[in-house]
Structures are given as structure tokens and as C-alpha cells.
């Protein structure tokens, strides 16, 4: 991502900023939408990753939908201009303000997490006289194998409604006559790269639908979620997700009827590599255990790592241009060549955790150096703060 040209047009640039190399994502978004169209698949990008205004324009302007989690991701999404037709709605805990903003516009469904969520919307539904699309979120107690913050498919986690709560699902939306029951949804987690969860998913997916079909409850929409894993130890080798052998799995383990929908809600594989968090270094402080790089970056504007203890790659992008010079120059190249240090890069935040990585080898580093945290585009300015009164992020972009 990283390369002289690019690192010079960060010149005079006020940091920190997210840079966005719009190229990267634009690629990444044709490879996935080839490799879902080859299947018929339908994907809908998950706002929560990412609401940046360019991120999504690129991502509508390929066709995507939208997986939205609160009234305000709706709101935004009829703004950028996504066809309302291709707009779904999750989340445990929609208001009724949500609930009714939501059904104002016609949005295409509603993923529903309880029965008492399906009782609402039935009611404030029939109060508009409209009638409200429904997928059933069902939690399926797979393991998705990934940190335990953002495994979201077990019994124990709050999402979706438990398999023994179906009974009464059914018989709700039998007596609630302004739902219109249109298919199941899932999703167990978030950055997983052990692709054996997303066949346990299938093998899941197919039991609950043949449950709703015994019962006389056609299913149009499988919507089996988002969750594929990117790779944060190697961005550049690969920084486009294998979608065509992840979308596969699907068309090789799902129970797909002809009349049927396939529905994705991808957030991460889509926008996690095309974007960097980029820092100033403000001090160095060398101590006799420990090598400090404080950073003009902190948690809040990047909270990965101090809340999931996230990997972050980090690189002096400022050594790119001083080492691109040295080659320019043969001679002096050997002779300046710096043995890596080992540095804890920090922010300013006053917090402990506030550290983006420990015992990181990096050249010799000084006052003014760039850094970059490397694929923060998913969850990285989104999950922004503003605490201890930081200003709003900043914005660079590709200029190519
Ligand atoms: N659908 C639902 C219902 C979800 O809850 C999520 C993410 C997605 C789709 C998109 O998942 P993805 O394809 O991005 O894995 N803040 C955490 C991640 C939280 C994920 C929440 N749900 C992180 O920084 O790792």
C-alpha cells in the first residue's frame, strides 16, 4: 500500500488520519461481487464496519445492499442512495423511533432477533397500515472460533432467538397478520478464518429451514451473515479475501431451493485492508527496560487493540522514503542501513491499554516519523471516541 509517491503525498498533511487507498477497494469490491454473482449470491455491505461517505459510494456504486444496525445506519443509507429495496435491518435492541423510521421508508426486512421484537413490529406496522418483511435471526450455537468478544452464535450470547424459542415463533407469526414471514438470518462471528465454521453454519441453516418448511412456512431468504476473516499479519501479500473459495462453501454445503435467496452481510473482508491509521511520532522515550514511540494516534482512534487486544501491523512509513533515497545512492546504502529496535508504541491517551503493540521491531525511529496501523478499515474510525476530548478524525485519500 505504502510506497515514496504514496508517503509524499502525506507531506504538510495534519495527522493522525485514516488513509484510504480507493484503488484496493475498489478491486476488493469487484472480486467479491464476481465471485457472489457467480452463484447468484446477494451482498449486503455491513455499515457497523465502516460509514465513511467515499467507502460507501464505492460500495453502492457496485451494486452491494446494505446491512444496517440502528435507525441512524438506515438513515444514512437512504442518504448515500441505496435502493431501499436492498436495505436490511438487525440489531437486538431497535427502538420504536427506529422501528417506525424503518417502516416509513419501505426498507426490504427486518432481521428479527426475539419474539417480543416480532410482536412490536407487528403492532406498529398495522398502525401504518403497512405490512413488515420478516427474517427470523436464529441463534445456531455454532462456534465460530474466533475472540470470544465477537462470537455472536452461541447460546450464550444475546443475539438471535434460541432453536427451542421456534415453536413460538411460528405461532406468533401465524396470529401477527401484518408480518410477512420471509426467511432466516444468521451470523456467528466476526473475523473468522477457519472456513470448517462456515460449513458447520450450512449444515445448521439447513435443519432450520426444513423446520419452517414442515410447518408450512415457505423460506425465501437464507441470509447467512458476514464474518470472513482478513489477514492482519500480511496486508500487502494478501490484501484481497479468497471470496471466490468462501462463497463456494456456501453453494457446496447449502440446502439452496430454486425459489430461494442467498443473503451475505459482509463488513470486514470488504474494507479492512484499504485503509491505514497514520500517526506522528511526537517522542521517543528510551528507558533501560523498555523503548517507547508515542504516537499522536491513540485508542480513540483506533480501539482494536486496547479493547480486543487486536493485532495491528505497524510500519515507520517515513523509512520508505529515507531507504528509497539510500538506493538511489549505492554506496552509502550498506552503511546506513539501521538494525531494527525494539520499541512498545503508545498513544496519548491516559489509559494503560491505550498501546498498540508491544516489543515491535522497527528501524531506528525519531520525533516526526509516520507511522501506519495497518488494515483499519473495518472498525477502526467507526469505533472512534471522543474521549479526553479528541478532536474528530481526519480523512486522506488514494489519488489514484
Ligand atoms: N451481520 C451481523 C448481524 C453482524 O453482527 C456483523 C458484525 C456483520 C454482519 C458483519 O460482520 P463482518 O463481516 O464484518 O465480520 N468491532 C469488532 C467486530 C464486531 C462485529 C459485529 N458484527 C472488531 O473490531 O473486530
Request: some cysteine; glycine content about 6%; overall charge negative.
Amino acid at each position: 500500500m505504502f510506497n515514496e509517491r504514496v508517503v509524499s503525498t502525506f507531506d504538510n498533511k495534519e495527522t493522525p488520519f485514516y488513509y484510504y487507498d480507493l484503488k484496493l477497494l475498489n478491486q476488493t469490491l469487484s472480486e467479491c461481487k464476481l465471485a457472489a454473482d457467480e452463484h447468484h449470491f446477494y451482498v449486503h455491505f455491513a455499515l457497523k464496519s465502516n460509514f465513511n461517505d467515499k467507502v460507501l459510494s464505492a460500495v453502492k456504486a457496485k451494486g452491494f445492499g446494505a446491512d444496517c444496525v440502528s435507525g441512524g445506519e438506515v438513515k444514512k443509507a437512504i442518504e448515500v442512495g441505496f435502493d431501499k429495496n436492498q436495505i436490511v435491518f438487525a440489531g437486538v435492541g431497535k427502538s420504536d423511533a427506529e422501528i417506525n423510521f424503518a417502516l416509513d421508508n419501505d426498507i426490504f426486512a427486518f432481521n428479527v432477533e426475539s419474539v417480543q421484537e416480532l410482536e412490536v413490529i407487528d403492532e406498529l406496522a398495522g398502525a401504518k397500515s403497512k405490512k413488515a418483511s420478516v427474517a427470523i435471526r436464529i441463534n445456531p450455537n455454532v462456534d465460530a472460533h474466533t475472540h470470544h468478544y465477537i462470537t455472536t452464535g452461541l447460546d450464550e450470547n444475546k443475539f438471535g432467538i434460541n432453536s427451542w424459542d421456534l415453536p413460538l415463533v411460528s405461532e406468533t407469526l401465524k396470529k401477527c397478520k401484518n408480518l410477512e414471514f420471509l426467511g432466516i438470518h444468521f451470523h456467528v462471528g466476526s473475523q473468522i478464518m477457519d472456513m470448517n465454521v462456515f460449513k458447520s453454519l450450512c449444515i445448521k441453516v439447513n435443519e432450520m429451514q426444513q423446520w419452517f418448511e414442515e410447518r408450512g412456512m415457505p423460506v425465501k431468504i437464507l441470509n447467512v451473515g458476514g464474518g470472513l476473516g482478513v489477514d492482519y499479519q500480511n496486508p500487502d501479500e494478501n490484501a484481497i479475501p479468497d471470496f471466490k473459495s468462501y462463497f463456494k462453501i456456501f453453494a457446496d454445503f447449502l440446502n439452496i431451493k430454486t425459489h430461494q435467496e442467498v443473503h451475505f452481510e459482509l463488513g470486514r473482508a470488504l474494507v479492512a485492508q484499504c485503509s491505514s491509521l497514520i500517526s506522528k511520532v511526537l517522542y521517543i522515550k528510551n528507558g533501560i527496560k523498555k523503548n517507547f514511540v508515542i504516537i499522536d494516534a491513540g485508542m480513540t482512534e483506533l480501539m482494536r487493540p486496547a479493547l480486543y487486544q487486536a493485532y495491528h501491523q505497524i510500519e515507520n512509513i517515513s523509512k520508505l522514503k529515507v531507504e528509497s533515497q539510500k538506493s538511489k545512492d549505492a554506496e552509502s546504502h550498506i552503511s546506513h542501513l539501521n538494525s531494527p529496535i525494539s520499541y512498545d508504541v503508545v498513544g496519548p491517551i491516559c489509559e494503560s491499554s491505550d498501546c498498540f503493540g508491544k516489543e515491535i521491531e522497527m528501524p531506528e525511529t525519531k520525533r516526526g516519523d509516520l507511522i501506519a496501523l495497518r488494515t483499519a478499515g473495518a472498525y477502526g474510525e467507526v469505533m472512534a471516541s471522543a474521549y479526553n476530548l479528541r478532536p474528530a478524525i481526519r480523512h486522506v485519500y488514494s489519488e489514484d
